[in-house]
Structures are given as C-alpha cells and as structure tokens.
C-alpha cells in the first residue's frame, strides 16, 4: 500500500532548483550527486557530511576555532550551506528531514551546481570568510602576508587535487 505524501512521509518529496522533483527517500548519506531528469547533474549535502568534504581538517579546526556562530555551535555544513544558500537563493533548495526516522539526515540540500562546481564555490566563499576575519587583524604583516597568499592561490587547482586525493569516486572517501 502506497503511503500518502505528505510532509516527513515516504513519499516526500523535494522540488528542485530546475524544476525537477526528487523522493527524500531516493536521497542516501554516501551521495555526493545524482543525474536528474532534466539532463543536470545535482549536488547533494547533508547535515552529517563533515566540512572536511571540502577543506583539510587542520583548516576545518581553525574556522571552528575561529568563526562564531549565532547558535553557539561548532562552524560545520550546516553554516556552509547557509552560505551558499544566501549566495545562491535560487540555485539551492534544503529540506528539513529531522521528523522522518527513515532517512537518517536531518537536513539536506540540492543544488542546481554539480557538486565540483560546489566544491569551488564552498572553497571561494571559505577563502572570502577568512580574509573578511584577516582584514579584522591588527597585525598588517599578517594581513598582507595572507592577501599575497591568496592571489596566488588557484581555487580550481586545489579542488581538483584535494578531490583526487580524498578520491571522490569512492563513496568511503578518507579524510585527506
């Protein structure tokens, strides 16, 4: 028997930047992205996915360290989503899954970016945070120092090199 769908039931489903739907329940904790129906390739987060998807863990202990949030909390996905999210309005869509024990994420978000092109993105706007927090410092070496740093840094260069070294083909990525 079909189950009605309805919000947090199994049949619930998230509409998406292009248009396209997706069944909540077709979403899994190991997917990264998934080819839809629109001919597109979306990236998927979720609540659970360490910020270390993106950047190596010793950077992911300064932003925790460093960058104060509104609830409290450790700076993790959930603050990079909300990020992307305000950067991107219409180009990303979330769902509050915390009332649904089939599923096991509480939150997750889509994007209308393959999750390389959200890969940079996360990256440009972790780079724009910490030079934001730079420009605070009241040490102008420090600050110049970082500021020459990152115009030589290549977003695309390291995403490629951190993504083959966590070997993103492989659901059982490693920490890098």
Do not use: K, N
């Not at 769908?5 to 190991?30: N, Q, T, Y």
């Not at 420009?135 to 120092?145: F, K, L, N, P």
């Not at 966590?166 to 659901?171: I, L, P, V």
Request: aromatic share 8%; hydrophobic share 45%.
């Amino acid at each position: 028997m079909s189950e009605p769908r309805v919000p947090g039931g199994r049949g619930a489903e998230l509409s998406l930047p292009c248009g396209e739907s997706v069944a909540v329940h077709d979403l899994d904790m190991g997917m990264r992205e998934f080819a839809c129906s629109c001919g597109a390739t979306h990236a998927v987060v979720m609540d659970m996915h360490p910020l270390s998807r993106w950047v190596p863990e010793d950077l992911v202990a300064v932003l925790c360290e460093t960058v104060e949030t509104s609830t409290g909390d450790d700076f993790d996905t959930m603050h990079v989503m909300g990020i992307v999210l305000e950067e991107f309005p219409e180009a990303v869509v979330s769902r509050d899954t915390s009332e649904d024990g089939h599923v096991g994420f509480a939150l997750v978000w889509v994007t209308d970016f393959d999750a390389r092109r959200l890969h940079e993105i996360v990256v440009e706007l972790l780079v724009e945070l910490m030079e934001h927090a730079v420009s605070h410092a009241s040490d102008e070496r420090a600050v110049t120092e970082f500021e020459e740093q990152m115009l030589q840094f290549d977003v695309s260069a390291f995403v490629e090199e951190y993504r083959a070294q966590r070997d993103f083909a492989d659901e059982f990525d490693r920490p890098a």
